[in-house]
T-cell receptor
Framework: DAKTTQPTSMDCAEGRAANLPCNHS???????VYWYRQIHSQGPQYIIH???NNETNEMASLIITEDRKSSTLILPHATLRDTAVYYC??????????????FGTGTRLTIIP | ETGVTQTPRHLVMGMTNKKSLKCEQH?????MYWYKQSAKKPLELMFV???????ENNSVPSRFSPECPNSSHLFLHLHTLQPEDSALYLC???????????????FGPGTRLLVL
């Protein structure tokens, strides 16, 4: 599996855009980049995923560099409810049952009022 | 609400007890998962079920015994656990197609287990 590297923690002011970086320099051509977040004492919540192109949904935007070695998750207008641990995950492509959704230690994002 | 429910939400048990964790998904998915999340450690995949058959067991001790009676329900039977098994146990589900790209997993809220 490609390893991911994320900052341990970040702060962001409420109402501003939160930009969370992730390095995945050993990513393979058919591996997807996934982002999940986990609010304290809850299960992980899917946010967004992408392969090559930038993606946007109602929660966030995902910017993937052209060489695919890094990506940035953008929360456009952070609120206090966005305080959570954010996980960047690279998923191995293979036959179902022969894969792992491997979570690292993530980035603890704190939104400051 | 993600469509995946887990009961109980909290459980305290002694090392000689037998208990079961229950997971139910209301999403029509064909795959279900058990994960363990210990304090200050990454999420660990324990078991994977596809169409009620176990397809992965990540070297989990036999004191953890999964059961998948149908595609909507998943159980984790616990017996003679150790204090180090105290953790948040998470269930997830997804809709997978053989040979296709891996699909998004949706997680339940977890069961916080304390073994005394």
């Amino acid at each position: 599996d490609a390893k991911t590297t994320q900052p341990t923690s970040m702060d962001c002011a409420e109402g501003r855009a939160a930009n969370l970086p992730c390095n995945h320099s050993t990513i393979s051509g058919n591996e997807y980049v996934y982002w999940y977040r986990q609010i304290h004492s809850q299960g992980p919540q899917y946010i967004i995923h992408g392969l090559k192109n930038n993606e946007t949904n109602e929660m966030a935007s995902l910017i993937i560099t052209e060489d695919r070695k890094s990506s940035t998750l953008i929360l456009p207008h952070a609120t206090l409810r966005d305080t959570a641990v954010y996980y960047c995950i690279v998923r191995v492509r293979g036959n179902f049952g022969n894969e792992k959704l491997t979570f690292g230690t993530g980035t603890r994002l704190t939104i400051i009022p | 609400e993600t469509g995946v429910t887990q009961t109980p939400r909290h459980l305290v048990m002694g090392m000689t007890n037998k208990k079961s964790l229950k997971c139910e998904q209301h999403l029509g998915h064909n795959a279900m998962y058990w994960y363990k999340q210990s304090a200050k450690k990454p999420l660990e995949l324990m078991f994977v079920y596809s169409l009620e058959e176990r397809v992965e067991n990540n070297s989990v001790p036999s004191r953890f015994s999964p059961e998948c009676p149908n595609s909507s329900h998943l159980f984790l039977h616990l017996h003679t656990l150790q204090p180090e098994d105290s953790a948040l146990y998470l269930c997830a589900s997804s809709q997978e197609v053989a040979g296709g790209p891996l699909e998004t997993q949706y997680f339940g809220p977890g069961t916080r287990l304390l073994v005394l």
